[in-house]
């Protein structure tokens, strides 16, 4: 038994002497790339610097369009008048009569007020102003909303 355990301490003891730390090898191979870091960075060329240009950003001017309250309908224009694509409508009105009195009272604000008849509804519609382009209609129904909440913008069926 004795024999036993001499034998089993002496290769505890052999393994433990066998086995040589590698630590040293890594610290070798940390300093050896650490001084050739070093050397790359004493080795560089120098770097050279060029200023950089400012560069403005271009501006661009985006019209809003709303379209919440454009509709699409068949017009026939009364007494010679003509329309565009784009109408601004400030009423509707069932009687001739009403309409006139609504337009009357745009043509005193300055605007070229005209009725156009729905043929399908027959309701007459009162234009304070026609255009060919959506964005201009878009801002003359806004500016008239302050008069007029209920001005809409009236895409013209051909």
Avoid: H
């Amino acid at each position: 038994m004795r024999k036993l355990s001499f034998s089993i301490a002496l290769i505890a003891a052999i393994a433990l002497v066998g086995c040589k730390s590698s630590e040293s090898s890594y610290k070798k191979a940390y300093e050896k790339a650490k001084a050739q870091e070093m050397s790359e960075q004493t080795t560089t060329a120098p770097v050279t610097v060029t200023p950089v240009q400012t560069v403005t950003p271009v501006q661009q001017t985006v019209t809003p369009v709303d379209n919440s309250d454009l509709r699409t309908e068949r017009l026939n224009p009364m007494a010679g008048g003509t329309l565009k694509s784009y109408n601004v409508v400030c009423g509707s009105f069932k009687s001739l009569d009403n309409a006139n009195r609504l337009r009357s009272e745009l043509q005193g604000k300055g605007y070229d007020a005209q009725i156009a008849q729905n043929p399908d509804t027959g309701m007459y519609r009162v234009i304070a102003a026609s255009f060919d382009d959506r964005g201009s209609a878009v801002s003359s129904r806004d500016a008239l909303r302050a008069s007029y909440q209920d001005a809409w913008i009236l895409l013209r069926a051909f």
